[in-house]
């Protein structure tokens, strides 16, 4: 069956802009986290979605804030880019929530703030 | 909150040879251990996995070890093969946090063939 989509693949946005990044799960899957790769701090949990609600959420600024859909697709925001925003962000999709879930992730969204 | 430290950083072997990466946790809680490998330009992808109840799990070339006493886990490569060469990153995982993972700092492996 199809793997974790997420969209774009590539983004270029200007400081100060807003962006949107897309996570469509494997089919079946409820539970949606997303993550933020980068050189210097590596992968950091950024938040999770399970059934349309948040389940948990990292050390991050209010500036990055997500949702999920009813079909369980998650869309993620950042508002007022900074350079720092960086990175590539990558989404996991689980069959549920709690105690040894597999988290499979899709390719991620290479985001560069200019 | 929980830490994963992971080593090395890099890792060069000889094709055949074995690779062994190493993790160390420090929340007692975690009870969920997966490894990841990442090749250029992809998302990671689960390799193996071990849960708090197992001491060690194997799939062909691949095994992880866990001591909770201790605790750290390790994944050990036999046989070694230049497609073997990626980053790979230890995490853990407590259940009670949902499905957060927190992650050690990847190994760089390289296989010389």
């Known amino acids: 069956k199809a793997g974790v989509t997420q969209t774009p693949r590539y983004l270029i946005k200007t400081r100060g802009q807003q962006v949107t990044l897309s996570c469509s799960p494997i089919?079946?899957?409820?539970?949606v986290s997303w993550y933020q790769q980068t050189p210097g701090q590596g992968l950091q949990f950024l938040f999770e979605?399970?059934?349309?609600?948040?389940?948990n959420k990292g050390n991050f600024p209010g500036r990055f804030s997500g949702r999920q859909f009813s079909n369980s697709r998650s869309e993620m925001n950042v508002s007022t880019l900074e350079l720092g925003d960086s990175a590539l962000y990558l989404c996991?999709?689980?069959?549920?929530?709690?105690?040894?879930?597999?988290?499979?992730f899709g390719q991620g969204t290479r985001l560069t703030v200019v | 909150g929980e830490n994963v430290e992971q080593h090395p950083s890099t890792l060069s072997v000889q094709e055949g040879d074995s690779a062994v990466i190493k993790c160390t946790y420090s929340d007692s809680a975690s009870n969920y251990f997966p490894w990841y490998k990442q090749e250029l330009g992809k998302g990671p992808q689960l390799i193996i996995d071990i849960r708090s109840n197992v001491g060690e799990k194997k799939d062909q070339r691949i095994a992880v070890t866990l001591n909770k006493t201790a605790k750290h886990f390790s994944l050990h490569i036999t046989e070694t093969q230049p497609e073997d060469s990626a980053v790979y990153f230890c995490a853990a995982s407590d259940g009670a946090a949902g499905n957060k993972l927190t992650f050690g700092g990847g190994t760089r492996v390289l296989v010389k063939p």
């Open positions: 996991a999709s689980s069959y549920r929530t709690g105690p040894d879930t597999e988290a499979f």
């Open positions: 979605y399970f059934s349309e609600t948040q389940r």
């Open positions: 089919s079946g899957h409820r539970s």
